[in-house]
């Protein structure tokens, strides 16, 4: 029997290389070994997007099409939108009891984004809903809704999935063994620097190559990369460890080119620009697959809708399966 992922992502920007190298990749290598539920989060989008309805239904929309054309197969993973699982919200209340709102408050995770938050409107009780902290919970029942053992996730979202962990084990002691422990599980390549030199590439960070970035786009992109700000003449010899050229060369040339950029960079003898003009084609040769195939769901929005169709009725059976198991447990199943 082939164990059960579930992972998801918010429906809130397009996907860039940090998504791809940090998760994607990992996602479309598992996707042949497991069970993989692969869920647009679009209900956790809303608690921090409810007013912006509109943007979240249009990524919901993109997200797909990115994800079809990195190469996620939709035969093998049930992708499938939150909203369209009713048990999710469901579950969301029996949980919301497990779970004390100090605990909440104590969720790593949630209090940075709290304190990013109070950064952004000044007052936390004007701007912390009581939808947003509670999502750590609506997220254990994105999880334990399609038994989800393993949650392939970045780092940032390990303390959500212990809370999860936490939230199934004192369901199990008060109601019985009904649900699993899901366990986290970290991709090798955490995180991905941004154009500017920032330790994450981020939306919001405004630092990212984004896989629909046209080819233009991206070689503009590459030119405002940072590089060893100590270099000041095409010929100084420079420090490519400081260099986000360098960076990514690493993630898209070959081992061999990588090593003579390094030794040419260290001695003075590889210009910046044309560094950047190297780099930028060659991820414009490695975005061109995913390019073509974007093109094409671009092109047949039906079967865009229709794979999304499918995935999420699939989600629906096995969420329908779990829910009457948690009903019969807490004795709600009249
Ligand atoms: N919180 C995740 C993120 O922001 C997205 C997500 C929603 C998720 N539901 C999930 C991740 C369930 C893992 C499991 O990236």
């Known amino acids: 029997m082939k164990k059960t992922i579930l992972t998801g992502l918010r429906p809130t920007g397009n996907l860039h290389l940090g998504h791809l190298f940090g998760a994607g990749q990992n996602?479309?290598?598992?996707?042949?070994?497991?069970?993989?539920y692969l869920e647009i989060a679009d209900v956790q989008a809303l608690t921090d997007n409810f007013n912006n309805p509109e943007k979240v239904r249009k990524n919901v929309?993109?997200?797909?099409?990115?994800?079809?054309?990195?190469?996620?197969?939709?035969?093998?993973?049930?992708?499938?939108?939150?909203?369209?699982?009713?048990?999710?919200?469901?579950?969301?209340?029996?949980?919301?009891?497990?779970?004390?709102?100090?605990?909440?408050?104590?969720?790593?995770?949630?209090?940075?984004?709290?304190?990013?938050?109070?950064?952004?409107?000044?007052?936390?009780?004007?701007?912390?809903?009581?939808?947003?902290?509670?999502?750590?919970?609506?997220?254990?029942?994105?999880i334990t809704a399609f038994d989800g053992e393993l949650v392939p996730v970045g780092e940032d979202q390990l303390p959500l999935i212990e809370q999860c962990r936490e939230i199934v084990?004192?369901?199990?002691?008060?109601?019985?063994?009904?649900?699993?422990?899901?366990?986290?599980y970290l991709s090798k390549t955490k995180r991905i620097k941004g154009l500017d030199g920032n330790e994450k590439m981020g939306k919001s960070l405004g630092n990212a190559i984004y896989l629909v970035d046209d080819e233009e786009t991206v070689n503009k992109k590459i030119m405002g990369a940072v590089t060893d700000p100590d270099k000041i003449k095409k010929d100084d010899p420079?420090?490519?460890?400081?260099?986000?050229?360098?960076?990514?060369?690493?993630?898209?040339?070959?081992?061999?080119?990588?090593?003579?950029?390094?030794?040419?960079?260290?001695?003075?003898?590889?210009?910046?620009?044309?560094?950047?003009?190297?780099?930028?084609?060659?991820?414009?040769?490695?975005?061109?697959?995913?390019?073509?195939?974007?093109?094409?769901?671009?092109?047949?929005?039906?079967?865009v809708q229709k794979i999304l169709d499918e995935g999420t009725k699939r989600a629906q059976e096995k969420a329908k399966e779990q829910m009457a198991k948690v009903r019969k447990a807490m004795k709600i199943d009249y």
């Not at 084990?169 to 986290?184: A, Q, V």
């Open 27 to 36: 996602w479309v290598k598992l996707q042949d070994e497991y069970n993989f």
């Open 61 to 142: 929309k993109e997200i797909t099409m990115d994800l079809l054309s990195i190469g996620i197969d939709p035969e093998k993973v049930n992708l499938f939108i939150q909203s369209k699982i009713p048990e999710i919200a469901e579950l969301t209340v029996y949980y919301s009891n497990l779970v004390t709102v100090a605990r909440l408050h104590r969720n790593p995770t949630v209090k940075t984004e709290i304190a990013q938050k109070k950064e952004l409107f000044g007052n936390e009780g004007e701007s912390i809903t009581y939808g947003f902290l509670g999502y750590p919970v609506s997220q254990a029942a994105d």
């Open 169 to 184: 084990r004192k369901f199990n002691n008060i109601y019985g063994d009904t649900l699993t422990e899901p366990e986290s």
């Open 238 to 303: 420079a420090n490519p460890d400081v260099c986000m050229v360098y960076y990514y060369h690493k993630l898209v040339n070959t081992d061999e080119n990588v090593n003579t950029i390094c030794s040419e960079c260290k001695k003075g003898e590889r210009g910046c620009v044309a560094c950047k003009k190297e780099l930028a084609a060659r991820m414009n040769e490695f975005l061109s697959d995913f390019r073509a195939k974007r093109k094409q769901y671009e092109e047949n929005p039906e079967l």
